[in-house]
C-alpha cells in the first residue's frame, strides 16, 4: 500500500498562474480532505469530502476549488495563484465520514508550494 | 487567538530525559488529537482521547476535560523522537478541527 500520495512535491507558481495538486489514496477510505499549513499556524481544513461527488467547505476555502473524481482520488485546484497561497498543502484520508480527524487519519507527504 | 494553543514552541533535549509538552484549547471538544510531524513533512496520527489516559511505548498522552489541558508525554527520549508534535481538537459544536502550531522537538544524542 503507497497509502496516500501527493503530486508535485514542490511547485514554484507565478501570480495569476493556475495549477492542480494531486491527491490519491488506495485504503479504499471514504474521506478526503485537503489542509495548508502555515508557519506559526496550525494546520487549516480547505475543503473536505465525505465520498465521491461530495465536498464541503472548510475553514480557508477561497480561491481554490477541489474535485473528487472517484474514491481514490481528490484534487485541490488554484485557478489564480495569489503570494498569500504560498504554503505546504497536505491530503489525508480517513475511513469515516466525517470532516473531523477519526481515530486514524492518514496524510500525505505534503506539497510545498510557492507563489511569486 | 488560537483556539488550541500549545507549549512550548521549541524544545531541546538531551537523549534519555523525560519530555512534557502541553496543549491547552478554549472551545467544548468531543475528541484531542496528538500528531507528529516528522522533519521531512510527513504527518502521522499518535493519539485520539476524548478522556483519561492512553500509553503507547514511551508515548503517553494525558487529558484534563474540565481544565481544558492535554500533555503527551515522552519517555526516555532518544533522537529519533525529533520532530514537530501537533495538538488538534474536535469542536463538539460543529466537528471542525482546530490544530496548534505545534511544538518542535530536538533530542541530541
Known amino acids: 500500500n503507497a497509502g496516500v500520495t501527493q503530486t508535485p512535491k514542490f511547485q514554484v507558481l507565478k501570480t495569476g498562474q493556475s495549477m492542480t495538486l494531486q491527491c490519491a489514496q488506495d485504503?479504499?477510505?471514504?474521506?478526503m480532505y485537503w489542509y495548508r499549513q502555515d508557519p506559526g499556524m496550525g494546520l487549516r481544513l480547505i475543503y473536505y469530502s465525505a465520498s465521491e461527488g461530495t465536498t464541503d467547505k472548510g475553514e480557508v476555502p477561497n480561491g481554490y476549488n477541489v474535485s473528487r473524481l472517484n474514491k481514490r482520488e481528490f484534487s485541490l485546484r488554484l485557478e489564480s495563484a495569489a503570494p498569500s497561497q504560498t504554503s505546504v498543502y497536505f491530503c489525508a484520508s480517513s475511513e469515516y465520514k466525517d470532516r473531523g480527524l477519526a481515530d486514524t487519519q492518514y496524510f500525505g507527504p505534503g506539497t510545498r508550494l510557492t507563489v511569486l | 487567538k488560537n483556539e488550541v494553543e500549545q507549549s512550548p514552541q521549541n524544545l531541546t533535549a538531551q537523549e534519555g530525559e523525560f519530555i512534557t509538552i502541553n496543549c491547552s484549547y478554549s472551545v467544548g471538544i468531543s475528541a484531542l488529537h496528538w500528531l507528529q510531524q516528522h522533519p521531512g513533512g510527513g504527518i502521522v496520527s499518535l493519539f485520539m482521547?476524548?478522556?483519561g489516559k492512553k500509553k503507547h511505548g514511551r508515548l503517553i498522552a494525558t487529558i484534563n476535560i474540565q481544565e481544558k489541558h492535554s500533555s503527551l508525554h515522552i519517555t526516555a527520549s532518544h533522537p529519533r523522537d525529533s520532530a514537530v508534535y501537533i495538538c488538534a481538537v474536535r469542536e463538539a459544536q460543529n466537528n471542525d478541527m482546530r490544530f496548534g502550531a505545534g511544538t518542535r522537538l530536538t533530542v541530541k544524542p
Open positions: 482521547l476524548s478522556s
Open positions: 485504503m479504499n477510505h471514504n474521506s
